[in-house]
Structures are given as C-alpha cells and as structure tokens.
C-alpha cells in the first residue's frame, strides 16, 4: 500500500464547520464547569442514545472510576480478562480487587455461567464489557446480581449507539460507562460518560466529577476532576452531525469484509450477539488452525505490507504483572479467552478506509503466499 493502513483512524468533520462552535466558545468565553456546550451535548446525546440521563466525563476511564465510587463498591468485583487495561485498573485505583472469570466462546463477552462459582461474601458487584460493541447476556447477568444483591455496571466503552430488542444496550445495569476517545465510532477527541438511571444519581456523579463541590462554600464528597471540557463538548456535537454517516460507513465496510472473507479457511468472523443495531466499532477475526499462518504470521504478514492490524485483546489483562499473581488469573481458569487471545486480530475498519484497499487487505489474508 503507498500509505499505511491502520487499524482504525478518528472521523474529522470538515474544519470550517468546526470553527463555528470554537467562534461561540470564543464569544462566550466558558471553557468548561457545565457550559452551554456540555450542556447541549448532554441533552442531545440522551436523545440520540435513547437513555435517561447521561452525565459527560473527559475520558471513559475517569467515567468507570467515578462510576465505581458512585457506587460505593467495595471488596471483589467479577469481571472479564478479555478486555482494554482501564476496565482492571478502574478496580484497582479504587482499592478493589479484580476477580477473573473466562468469557463465552461465541461472543467472546463475560460468561455468566461462570459467574456464580466466582462469587464470595466480599463479591460486592460484576463488570462485564460489551465486547467489541456485542451485547452480554445482560438478562443472565442481572439475574445473578438480583440473587446475590450485587451492583452491576457495564464496561460500554465500545458500545455507543448499540442496540437490543428493548432500545439501547447502554441502559442496561446500574450504570454504564462509555469511552468517546480519538478511535471510537463516536469521539470528542478524548472523553468519556456515564449512563445514569435517574437524576439523583446523575447529580450524585457530577458532585464527584467535580471535586465533590456543591456550591462556593460545600464539598459533600472526596471527588476527582473529571469534567468535560466545552471544546470537547462542541466536537461532540458536530460529530453527532455526522454519526449516521458515520455508522452507515462501517457497516460497509463489515459487509465488504463478510463478502470477501466468508470462505477463506480457517478464517472466522466473530458473530454478532443479539443487537438489533450494530456500530461496527471492530472488525475481528479468529486465526485458525485450519489457516496456512499462525495469527502472529497474519500479522506480520499484513504489517510488511503496510497493514497495521491489533490483536485486540492480547495478552489478556490477567497476564499482566499487576494481575497475574492473582488466583483467578491463573490461564488454567481462563481456558476460553486464553485461546481466543491466540487467535484474534482486528482488521482495519474507520469510515475513510476505501474499497481498494478493503479488497488488497482480503485478498492478502485470501492468498497470503502470494505476497
């Protein structure tokens, strides 16, 4: 390829389109603490996700530590090994410790048959992730934390503008945090939100975003700074401009790739699990044994050809040396997402990526010794 391809690359609305939300900024002179921008965004992104209340962050991961602590979780919390860092470090910041339980072999989510075998009297809630923007199995998971009195909330970094049967994923759970950095479907540039049910909560989470501060002379709770700027606030705006288009690029794309790679061996494209409204925010696939090349093979192979696909999630957070010391680290009780993180690579996909080059992608995983 003349240009290299990376595994996803940020959607840019026109600049000039851009310049008119920094104009009013400008004019208004507030930069950020709940502008009329942060504001906006707020209310139109509860109405585009179809959820309730939505209380904005600058990153997804200051959105899951406040989420936490919001909360008040304590003690264990189950969660996935197959996932980005920030979903155990969130834990860990916290003072809480992770407990790993392996994942569904088709959805490659949390795998709540596995969940009630990791549960002790110091289990205080669950953290799935909707994996690749796929539903968990979030009616088997809400009945296991209805049993055990336990909290759940919802890794959704990856799921903006996902869709079940019942409206949004996002509402699932006690809460939901979602990610909004530079290579997710839907970006500020970096930022970050969390779900909320209702008002009480939602103020309850702005106090803690904000240093715990009522008004000039009360702070109610140890809070961080976790407010989302009013630049960062007039991206998403313009960008919610933009999403249909957006979403309508991806999955394109995804199809194009179905098309091309349905009957390659030893290829697998990870299926769906039960959205009625896919964002298509990954591309992955699973390198089989049936396939000429190792997964690591494929991917240096598509990288000498100016390809730079990721395994995403290898290794697993489990292996880690702030985690693998940890019983429930162990691979032996995680023999799913260890044999999934062998196996996985994501391929190339972002609204720009043209259809030649979809094609040059294909064809090299199609025929890999030819090149």
Known sequence: MKEPIYVTQPYLPPLEEFTEYLQKIWDDKRLTNNGPMHQKLENELCEYL??????????????LLTALQALRITGEVITTPYSFVATAHSLLWNGISPVFVDINPDTLNLDPKKIEAAITP??????????YGNPCDVKAIQEIADNYNLKVIYDAAHAFGVQDEGGSVLRHGDLSAISFHAT???????GGAIVCPDAKTKQRINNLK???????????APGINGKMSEVNAAFGLLQLQHIEHVLASRKEIAQLYGEYLSSVSGITVVPHSGQTVSNHAYYPILVGEEYPLTRDELYQKLKDNGIFGRRYFYPLI??????????????????????????????????????????????????????
């Open 50 to 63: 179809g959820v309730p209340e939505i209380a904005l962050f600058n990153n997804g991961t200051i959105a």
């Open 122 to 131: 110091h289990t205080s809630a669950i953290m799935p992730v909707h994996c």
């Open 184 to 190: 997710k479907v839907f970006n500020t540039f970096e």
């Open 210 to 220: 904000n240093f715990g501060i009522v008004d000039e002379v009360t702070v109610v």
């Open 318 to 371: 489990s292996e880690f040396s702030m985690y693998r010391g940890m019983p429930s680290a162990a691979p032996e009780n995680l023999p799913v997402a260890s044999g999934v993180a062998e196996k996985i690579l994501c391929l190339p996909i972002y609204p720009t990526l043209d259809h030649l080059a979809i094609e040059k992608i294909s064809d090299i995983i199609a025929n890999p010794h030819s090149f």
